[in-house]
């Protein structure tokens, strides 16, 4: 079992919509959640962290974090052809290293 | 100037050759990260460092050694290159307060023939 799981998409959303990122995580003692946005050719670039169970909101985006079940998601809303890009999902395990889901590539479509 | 940068920022070399990464940071931040990056595994970590005297091992350091000269500078070599290690590679930095997120340089791709 891979320590983060994502679904790798293709995910298509009409512009204005709301995009819908979901991420979950193997190990229970991880503090720290992270979501990157990567542009093709490009390196990650943060978008959020959040490290206690609810919702965080920064502008556009949104991330939810529920440890009981060991999920983590990123909301955007009205999307924007701007946001089309490979969303990468990171967990800082017990033990300070950083894993890293395999990505998610959203396309919002004019 | 990018605060963090990485030379070369592409490299074509050949099986069984010695490639060494380099990583240079001006953030002032403590930590360093190597990660590769393939189509389809994500980003994977090869090593990481929280201060010169420090060195840590990550997901898939085999075949891989790293070298932390100074606080600002994280070398990743490749002691004999082979055809599986063509990847994208990153450096990244942190500091060490709770948020610790990570600012990644802009990558080097290696191909290794």
């Known amino acids: 079992q891979k320590e983060v799981e994502q679904n790798s998409g293709p995910l298509s959303v009409p512009e204005g919509a709301i995009a819908s990122l979901n991420c979950t995580y193997s190990d229970r003692g991880s503090q720290s959640f992270f979501w990157y946005r990567q542009y093709s050719g490009k390196s990650p670039e943060l978008i959020m962290s959040i490290y206690s169970n609810g919702d965080k909101e920064d502008g556009r985006f949104t991330a939810q974090l529920n440890k009981a079940s060991q999920y983590v998601s990123l909301l955007i809303r009205d999307s924007q052809p701007s946001d089309s890009a490979t969303y990468l999902c990171a967990v800082k395990v017990t033990g300070n290293q950083f894993y890293f889901g395999t990505g998610t590539s959203l396309t919002v479509i004019p | 100037d990018a605060d963090v940068t990485q030379t070369p920022r592409n490299r074509i070399t050949k099986t069984g050759k010695r490639i060494m990464l380099e990583c240079s940071q001006t953030?002032?931040?403590?930590?360093m990260y190597w990660y590769r990056q393939d189509p389809g595994l994500g980003l994977r970590l090869i090593y990481y460092s929280f201060d010169v005297k420090d060195i840590n091992k990550g997901e898939i350091s085999d075949g891989y050694s790293v070298s932390r000269q100074a606080q600002a500078k994280f070398s990743l070599s490749l002691e004999s290159a082979i055809p599986n290690q063509t990847a994208l590679y990153f450096c990244?930095?942190?500091?060490?307060?709770?948020?610790?997120?990570?600012?990644f340089g802009p990558g080097t791709r290696l191909t290794v023939l």
């Open positions: 990244a930095t942190s500091d060490w307060g709770a948020e610790d997120t990570q600012y």
């Open positions: 953030k002032g931040h403590d930590r």
